[in-house]
């Protein structure tokens, strides 16, 4: 198989775009979804400030790299869940990444340990507070991001999001007819309110492979092993059947949820609905300030919760 | 050929030669979800593989972490779960 640019041999096919690429043409073909991604959807610019979500994953460290490669001012933040062996690993990727490549390119990375402000890790946490351990995850995460984008003035945060993590979720909001979270389900969600970081997934534009293969040619060495929590979960299985689905016609991801963003284009201009409605429902939380429905926030709750039960 | 597997990590050994899209449908795997990398080097599913090369048959779906943990918290009613 040779690459459809050069015509030199291919190390990647794309069936989804009937081509294959060299990895030359394919880290320019990457760069070029990410910049068409940021530009069609209006995401940032080159003087913006962004901070990068990074796990120690493929998605999120090579976003940082590419970001960084496009000439974006990009610092990341991780968050270090404390689930053994799985967090020691990717703070150890995260780490060795920021080291030797970002730091050339000037950015910072930030950190954030769960059990050093919770006295637990996130596993033994969420069943002191007797919530599942992904939902704890993920209102820590989201809290802690926000937190650090709000309070070090950056301009917006991104998050490795690719289009098989997004037709997943599609998939499953459909499959349960969850109408109310599809407006949330853009690549780019605006700082709606105080208190709020604009919010992009400049990586909705490529599959989940694309990005392993753009991880492994460019030698970005992340942990493949999965989220010990996750074995099992809905997302996974959802990513399965697309797969499938994927291997045998071409472009069904792709199809699937880009159709669905450009049918959402053509409803009212999205962020203009999203502000007014989280302006009718949040203000800010009594503890913490953070944007919040309820008097005190999701995040807050929970760790007062923890600390009537951890001990110090 | 020595083919090295991951979830869980393990090594199995498949008789050459054959193609990287052969070697994957013998292992029942979906080309979609894996990568293949012969040696350092990343191959397409045409490439032939022979009995001498080392295989790392790579599967790309990880963790479910992200989309999982939004996904999760918003399938609770839409409290100040949104919001943080």
Redesign the interface.
């Known amino acids: 198989?040779n690459c459809t640019k050069c015509k030199t041999k291919?190390?990647?096919?794309l069936p989804r775009h009937n081509a294959?690429f060299c990895k030359g043409c394919f880290n320019g073909f990457v760069h070029d979804q990410v910049t068409r991604a940021i530009k069609s959807e209006k995401m940032c610019g080159k003087e913006d400030r962004i901070l990068v979500?990074v796990?120690g994953?493929?998605?999120s460290l090579a976003l940082w790299d590419i970001l960084l490669k496009l000439g974006y001012r990009a610092d990341a933040l991780y968050v270090n869940l404390g689930i053994g062996t799985y967090s020691e690993q990717s703070h150890a990727k995260v780490t060795k990444f920021a080291e030797a490549v970002a730091a050339s390119h000037g950015a910072t990375l930030h950190l954030h340990t769960v059990e050093q402000e919770a006295g637990a890790g996130i596993k033994e946490l969420a069943q002191l507070i007797h919530r599942?351990t992904?939902?704890t995850?993920?209102?820590i995460?989201?809290?802690q991001f926000?937190r650090v984008a709000i309070e070090q003035h950056y301009d917006v945060m991104a998050?490795?999001?690719n289009l098989?993590?997004?037709a997943?979720?599609l998939l499953?909001?459909v499959l349960?007819w969850?109408e109310?979270?599809l407006d949330?389900q853009g690549p780019s969600l605006p700082a709606s309110v105080e208190g709020?970081a604009k919010k992009v997934k400049p990586l909705y534009r490529l599959?989940?492979?694309e990005?392993?293969?753009y991880a492994?040619?460019n030698r970005i060495d992340y942990?493949?092993?999965?989220?010990p929590m996750?074995k099992g979960?809905?997302?996974?299985q959802y990513?399965?059947v697309l797969?499938?689905l994927?291997?045998e016609s071409p472009g069904t991801k792709q199809m699937f949820y880009w159709g669905f963003l450009e049918k959402q284009s053509k409803k009212q201009p999205t962020a203009t609905t999203m502000t007014e409605k989280d302006l009718s429902v949040?203000h800010p939380?009594t503890s913490c300030s953070?944007?919040?429905?309820?008097v005190?926030?999701?995040?807050c709750?929970m760790m007062a919760r923890a600390k009537t039960v951890v001990p110090r | 050929m020595q083919v090295q597997l991951s979830h869980p990590a393990r090594t199995v050994e498949v008789k050459g030669p054959k193609k990287v899209k052969e070697l994957l449908r013998e292992l029942n795997l979906v080309v979609e979800a894996h990568l293949v990398i012969k040696g350092d080097d990343l191959v397409t599913e045409d490439e032939m593989l022979y009995d001498v090369d080392q295989i790392e048959v790579r599967p790309v779906i990880s963790g479910g972490n992200q989309a999982e943990v939004e996904a999760k918290a918003e399938q609770k009613p839409p409290t100040d779960s949104s919001s943080t």
């Open positions: 198989m291919a190390v990647i096919g294959a979500a796990s994953g493929k998605d599942p992904c939902s995850c993920g209102t995460k989201r809290y926000n998050t490795g999001h098989d993590d997004e997943a979720r499953g909001n349960h969850q109310e979270y949330k709020f599959s989940e492979r990005l392993a293969a492994v040619l942990i493949v092993e999965e989220c996750a979960s809905k997302m996974l990513k399965e797969n499938r994927e291997t949040l939380c953070q944007p919040t429905t309820a005190v926030c999701s995040y709750k």
